[in-house]
């Protein structure tokens, strides 16, 4: 029986992510997906730093004759009719001095087809099939059981079983990890479309918090909240997320519901509403805030979704799950080296990364919505270069550790779990 050093469960961006790393490195992994490409998927807002990887990546080119819209930053409006703005901005290597930049929006039916393709053009082993059940040889992880199209089951063995299936947390829902934990917005229903012909920002040659490809956020109150996302020059995509029992209590369909909330949340976001006629299926999300632990041990390792989701609110996602794809390929490449086997834990330096990068993801949003005036306040003021490199996504090391107003918000949210 073949045996292959890396099978990574799911081909979205943590798993394309994953193999293009790998790839990079000289270990072809195999991907196995059980959906047909392109399919739809919800989250569509780049962080900054997703940009920079994506580059790296040497993606830029296919990325620009998709037409994506170009995001310049993010604005997010309260309801007594004022916002903030907080651009994309990068440090420059020599000098450490912030520099606007860009990013993307983008559809991510291609995106994550792109990502895919780009992964099996360039030599990743590619199979459309559902892995059913990881295979445990004494305590650890040694391959994984799949089901084909035809319904025949096969056993696939492997080194390291790289767990990417997002939401659907394969791993965790085995019992091969830790616990699943419910996260602190897992009451919380999203519910999305999209809309054409919305008012966009009109674009200026001077201001780039005017470009029409900008994400926008508008909330009523803490945890009831939309976004507008514009993915191409007409169509935007349009999501409302509610408190659970609130959605309930409304005793509407979802996209009566959706048409309610976009023309009554908030007047910046009705403004912009020009018809409520929606081109795509009205989809509603739950239950998706949780964080698994001990997503790292014997023979598997667990990327993006698959151990941890806590809120869309600031466009982390895909973010997280392509950059912890580099991180969790530096420790791949040592546990499959001599001296990695010889180690205990070869994916603790991994670990020990995405867990910092996902925190401060928390505390970000949870402050946030705990003190909504402070934080805007250090949006616009001092503080600004901190909540600046924080949203484009400098969560990992040296770059977060030494951000003050990150190391303040730790503060402030650890008392106030605690009850202090
Ligand atoms: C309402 C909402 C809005 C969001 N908005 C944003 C946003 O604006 N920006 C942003 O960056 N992020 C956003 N996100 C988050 C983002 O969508 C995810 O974080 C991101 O898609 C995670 O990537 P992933 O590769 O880990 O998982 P996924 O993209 O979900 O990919 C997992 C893949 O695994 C496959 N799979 C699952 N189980 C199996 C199996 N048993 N066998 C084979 N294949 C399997 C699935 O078919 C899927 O293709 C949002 C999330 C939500 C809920």
């Not at 730093?49 to 990325?63: F, S």
């Not at 795509?280 to 598997?300: L, N």
């Not at 918000?409 to 779990?417: I, P």
Request: neutral net charge; aromatic residues 10%.
């Amino acid at each position: 029986m073949k045996k292959r050093p890396v099978i990574i469960i799911g081909g979205g961006p943590a798993g394309s992510a994953t193999a293009l790393h790998l790839l990079r490195s000289g270990v072809q992994p195999l991907i196995i997906e059980r959906e047909s490409f392109p399919r739809f998927h919800i989250g569509e807002s780049l962080s900054g730093e997703c940009g920079a990887d994506l580059r790296t990546l040497d993606l830029e080119d296919e990325l620009l004759r998709q037409k994506y819209p170009i995001k310049h930053g993010v604005k997010v409006f309260n309801p007594h009719g004022s916002h903030f703005w907080v651009e994309v901005k990068k440090r420059c290597p020599e000098t450490n001095a912030l520099i606007p930049t860009w990013t993307w929006s983008v559809v991510r039916s291609s995106f994550d087809r792109i990502l895919l393709d780009t992964a099996r053009n360039r030599g990743v082993e590619y199979m459309e099939c559902e892995a059913v059940a990881p295979i445990k040889e004494d305590d650890r992880i040694t391959g994984v059981r799949i089901q084909t199209a035809t319904g025949a089951l096969e056993n696939l063995h492997c080194d390291i079983l790289v767990d990417c299936s997002g939401q659907a947390t394969f791993l965790a829902n085995r019992g091969i990890t830790g616990k699943k934990i419910k996260g602190s917005y897992v009451n919380q229903v999203a519910v999305f479309s999209q809309l054409t012909d919305m008012i966009l920002d009109p674009g200026s040659d001077t201001d780039t918090s005017l470009a029409p490809g900008n994400s926008l956020i508008f909330y009523k109150q803490k945890d009831h909240w939309a976004w507008m996302i514009p993915l191409s020059d007409t169509v935007t995509s349009i999501g409302v997320v509610a408190p659970a029992p609130y959605f309930k209590a409304q005793k509407l369909d979802k996209a009566e519901f959706l048409r309610n909330e976009i023309l009554s949340l908030n007047p910046d976001l009705a403004r912009r509403v020009t018809n409520t006629s929606f081109v795509e299926e009205v989809r509603t999300i739950s239950s998706y805030s949780y964080t698994v632990s001990d997503y790292t041990g014997k023979g598997f390792v667990c990327v993006g979704d698959a151990h941890h989701f806590t809120d869309p609110i600031f466009s982390f996602g895909v973010f997280l799950s392509m950059k912890e794809g580099e991180f969790a390929t530096e420790s791949i490449l040592k546990h499959l080296s001599e001296e990695g086997a010889a180690n205990a834990n070869p994916f603790a330096p991994y670990e020990a990364l995405a867990t910092q990068g996902q925190d401060a993801v928390r505390d970000l949003i949870d402050c946030f919505w705990e003190y909504p005036l402070v934080f805007t306040r250090m949006a616009i003021g001092k503080a600004q270069d901190d909540i600046t490199d924080l949203f484009a996504g400098r969560l990992y090391g040296e770059a977060v550790e030494k951000n003050a107003s990150r190391v303040a918000m730790r503060r402030l949210m650890q008392a106030r779990r605690a009850g202090k």
